[in-house]
């Protein structure tokens, strides 16, 4: 097979936050446009036809290849396929405020929806600041169309957003995290008295709170 494989760092964390494990890469590269912009500034213009070649052929395979990993179910691919495609909200809406994803890279406005079993946050996709960010990095933003279940989360962490007490983070089981940031303080508080009681219980002497 002429296809190439390519791999990235999983989101998946360890007990010190390293992340150790790889996935495949479904929108990887062999970065053709740089070899090409190096043949144009300094090889012939026999290596510029060349690389031309090789570029359209790179983009051809690239596109083969994250076709074919949607279809053989690849892992990373379908989690990003169910993000998209998210079931109608599960029991009444307890809570539905305003909400900002932060990302790396990405700071993405939308709506931030709790049940009494789950979270969910959907992406203001309309916003003038989201239509600016390139496609090839939200490829690799999670949450956008996010849902996450009560009985995932571990933790929850107070956090600052530009240097004000205005986000929450919160920690899933799979050891990975969303950050989220609000309008103010009065809604992270509506927000985590929304949210299911966390810690380690009563067993190991630190109860369960929020």
Not at 81 to 95: R, S, W
Not at 104 to 125: C, N, Q, R
């Amino acid at each position: 097979s002429q296809l190439h494989d390519f791999w990235r760092l999983d989101y998946w964390e360890d007990d010190l936050r390293r992340r150790r494990r790889f996935v495949r890469n479904a929108f990887g590269s062999t970065h053709s446009d740089a070899l090409l912009k190096a043949a144009v500034e300094y090889g012939t213009e026999e290596d510029v036809v060349k690389s031309k070649k090789t570029f359209r052929s790179q983009a051809v395979v690239n596109q083969n290849a994250e076709t074919e990993l949607m279809l053989e179910g690849d892992d990373d691919a379908v989690s990003l396929l169910q993000e998209k495609e998210i079931d109608n909200l599960a029991g009444p809406v307890v809570l539905s405020t305003p909400a900002q994803l932060i990302a790396p890279v990405v700071v993405a406005k939308g709506t931030l929806s709790i049940t009494t079993t789950e979270i969910y946050f959907e992406v203001d996709e309309d916003d003038s600041a989201f239509k600016k960010i390139d496609p090839k990095v939200l490829a690799y933003t999670e949450g956008l169309h996010g849902k996450w279940m009560f009985s995932e989360i571990r933790a929850v962490f107070s956090r600052r957003y530009l240097l004000q007490n205005t986000a929450l983070e919160v920690f899933m089981a799979n050891r990975t995290s969303v950050m989220f940031n609000f309008p103010d303080q009065a809604t992270v508080k509506k927000v985590v008295y929304s949210l299911p009681r966390v810690g380690v219980g009563t067993s190991y002497g630190l109860p369960q709170a929020r």
